[in-house]
Nanobody, 124 residues
Framework: VQLQASGGGLVQAGGSLRLSCAAS????????MGWFRQAPGKEREFVAL????????YYADSVKGRFTVSRDNAKNTVYLQMNSLKPEDTAVYFCAAPKGTFHYSVDVGDFDSWGQGTQVTVSS
């Protein structure tokens, strides 16, 4: 599957951004979708996950209550609404699809399709 992420940018602390990830090449509605991020010098970390139908979501503790993941299967797109942004949220954000259909996992090793990443920078 090909994934194209967009929506990153520079924002002040406390601000909001919405990331989008457009997918093509697979039956999008059969795959859970994940968001991950990677800050300079750090490992890629899990941010949010949404099930194939959108009824289940899961968040890293660091973003819970501030970020919301959603999807529109008719548009083959997954979103990440980020509110109350903090400088520590600064990173390159990636959307990703797992290796198998109907597979709900937060393990980065279970994902084999990755978008190109979009930079989010939060200034203090």
């Amino acid at each position: 599957v090909q994934l194209q992420a967009s929506g990153g940018g520079l924002v002040q602390a406390g601000g909001s951004l919405r990331l989008s990830c457009a997918a093509s090449g697979r039956t999008f509605s059969s795959y859970a979708m994940g968001w991950f991020r990677q800050a300079p010098g750090k490992e890629r970390e899990f941010v949010a996950l949404i099930s194939w139908g959108g009824s289940r979501t899961y968040y890293a503790d660091s973003v819970k209550g501030r970020f919301t993941v959603s999807r529109d299967n008719a548009k083959n797109t997954v979103y990440l609404q980020m509110n109350s942004l903090k400088p520590e949220d600064t990173a390159v954000y990636f959307c990703a699809a797992p290796k198998g259909t109907f597979h709900y996992s937060v393990d980065v090793g279970d994902f084999d399709s990755w978008g190109q990443g979009t930079q989010v920078t939060v200034s203090s």
